[in-house]
């Protein structure tokens, strides 16, 4: 099936502004579940830290920090939920309802796109082993089976994490739609898609997603700059970006099946 990405460009910005436009309380929500990461670089006293003669774990507000991060945990599943929403294809934008099973979907969502993180983290990890192992040997230069050993899980690390970012994506839709984690991960099932929607295409339409990401939050990072007004634009305007590219993903995704299909409305 062909895929024109401007015609999905222009139907998913225009979703986005009918999600939140006019509906303050969905926009607020929004807003209220980023904001512990918002506020995060207002625990620090910057002059401080700088003033310092020598770095001092003191410096760092743990505490604060870890009731930020906790609260940002606990709201991401909110938004993953609702998100969960927008990627079963609903042509009206969803409602935050349904506290219970929304917030189940986020766990769910969160849960695939980490399962296929985890092969890439493991790789990384014994790569940085056998690098540590090579070097901590008499000789302070690593011999010929550690440097091999480096290289090949630098290949394998590269290599997982392409798989997963093609299919992370893919399966998460998957996964909302199913209501199934193991769904979301069948490598199978998933590649199927990707085939039936045209590699050329997928790779193309995640392109297209990339440079307007760019375009995004590097016109968000210049507002940033703003003192105190700029941190306020930019928790504003996030979640249109986020709509966007869940409705775009969404559309990509719907070029896999048949026409005609309806959207699927599980869980």
Same mark, same amino acid.
């Given at each position: 099936m062909n895929m024109d990405n401007g015609?999905?460009?222009?139907?998913?910005?225009?979703?986005?502004?009918?999600?939140? +436009?006019?509906?303050?309380?969905?926009?607020?929500?929004? @807003? #209220?579940?980023? $904001?512990?990461?918002?506020?995060?670089p207002f625990i620090f006293d910057p002059e401080k830290i700088a003033k310092a003669t020598e770095f001092s774990w003191d410096l760092i507000p743990w505490k604060e920090m870890a009731v930020l991060f906790i609260a940002a945990f606990l709201l991401s599943f909110i938004l993953s939920g609702y998100l969960a929403r927008i990627y079963r294809g609903a042509a009206t934008p969803p409602e935050f309802d349904n506290w219970g099973p929304l917030y189940i979907d986020g766990i769910k969502i969160f849960v695939t796109?980490?399962?296929?993180?985890?092969?890439?983290?493991?790789?990384?990890?014994l790569m940085i082993a056998f690098a540590i192992l090579g070097l901590s040997q008499d000789s302070h230069q690593p011999g010929p089976?550690?440097?091999?050993?480096?290289? +090949?899980?630098?290949?394998?690390?590269?290599?997982?994490? @392409? #798989?997963?970012? $093609?299919?992370?994506?893919?399966?998460?839709?998957?996964?909302?739609?199913?209501?199934?984690?193991?769904?979301?991960?069948?490598?199978?099932?998933?590649?199927?898609?990707?085939?039936?929607?045209?590699?050329?295409?997928?790779?193309i339409a995640l392109v297209v997603l990339f440079v307007i990401g760019i375009v995004f939050f590097f016109a968000l990072s210049a507002i940033s700059l703003i003192p105190y007004v700029g941190d306020i634009i930019q928790l504003v305007f996030i979640p249109v970006y986020t709509i966007f590219s869940a409705r775009y993903m969404t559309r990509v995704y719907e070029h896999s099946e048949p026409q005609g299909a309806g959207p699927v409305l599980t869980g």
């Open positions: 015609i999905l460009v222009t139907e998913s910005f225009s979703y986005a502004k009918e999600t939140l +436009i006019g509906k303050w309380t969905r926009w607020l929500i929004f @807003i #209220i579940c980023g $904001l512990p990461m918002a506020l995060l796109g980490l399962l296929w993180f985890i092969p890439v983290a493991l790789a990384f990890l089976l550690g440097i091999s050993l480096v290289v +090949i899980f630098v290949i394998i690390t590269v290599a997982l994490a @392409i #798989i997963a970012l $093609l299919y992370s994506m893919m399966g998460i839709i998957r996964c909302a739609r199913t209501g199934s984690i193991r769904e979301g991960i069948r490598f199978t099932a998933i590649t199927g898609i990707l085939r039936s929607i045209g590699w050329v295409n997928y790779l």
